[in-house]
């Protein structure tokens, strides 16, 4: 890599926290997640930030979970930045239309600049059956098109994945045609993975994988969901699955990531991988 980096952010994955005893089935330690998040809030203060990125799943279950995690973020003097996972829509039927304004985001999905460079932020709980609990019309779309993937073999055709709309797809492609125009390169975060394929993939992962990957303006996605992580590549894009913070009792996981105009460098701590991932 070269010796400076363009910038420096913080990434956490699924910290699940909810005011529940530990499954020991899933090894998800639920309440564990606050300390774990204060320590990686603890370290983040020590570094020169541009931002740190939840990539979803902050809470469990139960819009009342959402303040004690929220709380620990706000000790942060660096942004803390937000997306959806699928159990930040495990709330009250009427807390479901006010995940994402709760988490602070500007829109379902968003991008923002930083150094230069273009982050897009997707919402892959669009299209599912938890984020539509409060609109009949909208959850028969999402289970017609679970149905769709079971009948057709697809590995993840599961109730807990799901999908974004065309309108959102043809948002994404506008995002990535912009930065192309302005000579930006563009990192993308969103809560499923794409790339590889394994049963924790967004519905439509072959399709956006093969955007990003056909768009040489694009270093990396960036996800969690998947608590086991993975990396994999398509193009000259890189795919980074995140580990999840609420597993283990006592192993943290999460990571500093530093953009350099030659690579990506992920610090892991505790259970969280390093790596140094080259540009093409």
Partial sequence: MT?????????????????LDANPVLNRHFRGSLGKLSEAIATFEGEDLSFVMTLGDLIDRGADNLEPALAIYRRSRHECLFLPGNHDFLVEPDQIAL????????????????????????????????????????????????????????VNAMDWNAGISQRQFAWIAGQLEAARAAGQK???????????????????????????????????????????????????????NFKGMVDTASENAFALVDLYADGLEIRGFGREVSRALAFS
């Fill in 186 to 240: 563009v990192i993308v975060m969103g809560h499923y993975p794409l790339h590889p394929a394994t049963d924790h993939c967004l519905w439509d992962a072959d399709v956006l994988t093969d955007l990003l990957a056909s768009s040489p303006q694009v270093l990396a996605y960036l996800c969690g969901h998947d608590h086991r992580g993975g990396l994999g590549r398509a193009g000259s894009c890189w795919f980074v």
């Fill in 99 to 154: 995940v994402h304004q709760r988490l602070g985001m500007p829109a379902p999905y968003y991008s923002f600049t930083r150094a230069g460079i273009r982050f897009v932020v997707i919402d892959g709980c669009e299209e599912s059956l938890f984020a539509t609990v409060a609109d009949p019309e909208s959850q028969a779309r999402a289970h017609a098109r679970l149905e769709a993937l079971k009948e057709s073999g697809a």
């Fill in 3 to 19: 010796q400076e980096p363009r910038l420096r952010f913080g990434v956490i994955a699924d910290p699940q926290y909810a005011d």
